[in-house]
């Protein structure tokens, strides 16, 4: 049975720390990974896609590390506004959503 | 560009109600999915089409739960009768094609009373 597995957290993170996260999958066939946010009571929003080794925007990167199969995210500087659920998802023959990590950025 | 829409927003129902949603995609996006995200869980897809035909439902609770997909649009999802545990945020999201990025609108909040 093909799973993904995601830390629930919360992980209680000061305002300016960086802070990471992972997320397993034992699907070794899998090609192609996401990191979604969503915040309370809305809809997930796509925040990377990881097709190789890895993908960074800004102060967010992303790690795939395929021997051990699991994908990272990386957030340095955190802001107040990075509090939320980060979910990753493995779209291959079965589309699979973690069941996300919770974050909240202390002032 | 517009994104996902969804309707309606909001519904409460008693169990063994029925209860019906509708989801318009973005324009050109070939595959939609519907998604049933529980409170602190990640969204579990119930089905996905590629264009009008079904790739993958084999997490749909078909005794009860239907959707289809007629003209490779729009897309309606029916709960017939509904139980309390079906009270969970309904998701549906788009995309080009088979396993790109998805774009979901804003759900439907179900409680079933």
């Known amino acids: 049975r093909k799973e993904v597995e995601q830390d629930p957290g919360p992980f209680n993170v000061p305002e300016g720390a960086t802070v990471a996260f992972n997320c397993t999958y034992s699907?070794?066939?899998?090609?192609?990974f996401f990191w979604y946010r969503q915040d309370c009571r809305k809809e997930p929003k796509l925040l990377m896609s990881v097709y190789s080794s890895g993908n960074e925007d800004g102060r967010f990167t992303a790690q795939l590390n395929r021997a051990s199969q699991y994908i990272s995210l990386l957030i340095r500087d955190s802001k107040l506004s990075d509090s939320a659920t980060y979910l990753c998802?493995?779209?291959?023959?079965?589309?699979?959503f973690g069941k996300g990590t919770r974050l909240h950025i202390l002032p | 560009e517009a994104g996902v829409a969804q309707s309606p927003r909001y519904k409460i129902i008693e169990k063994r109600q029925s209860v019906a949603f509708w989801c318009n995609p973005i324009?050109?996006?070939?595959?939609l999915y519907w998604y049933q995200q529980i409170l602190g869980q990640g969204p579990k897809l119930l089905i996905q089409f590629q264009n009008n035909g079904v790739v993958d439902d084999s997490q749909l609770p078909k005794d009860r739960f239907s959707a289809e997909r007629l003209k490779g649009v729009d897309s309606t999802l029916k709960i017939q009768p509904a139980k309390l545990e079906d009270s969970a945020v309904y998701l549906c999201a788009s995309s080009l094609d088979l396993g790109s990025e998805q774009f979901f609108g804003p759900g439907t909040r179900l409680t079933v009373l």
């Open positions: 998802v493995v779209p291959d023959d079965k589309i699979i």
């Open positions: 699907n070794s066939a899998s090609q192609s």
């Open positions: 324009s050109g996006h070939a595959t």
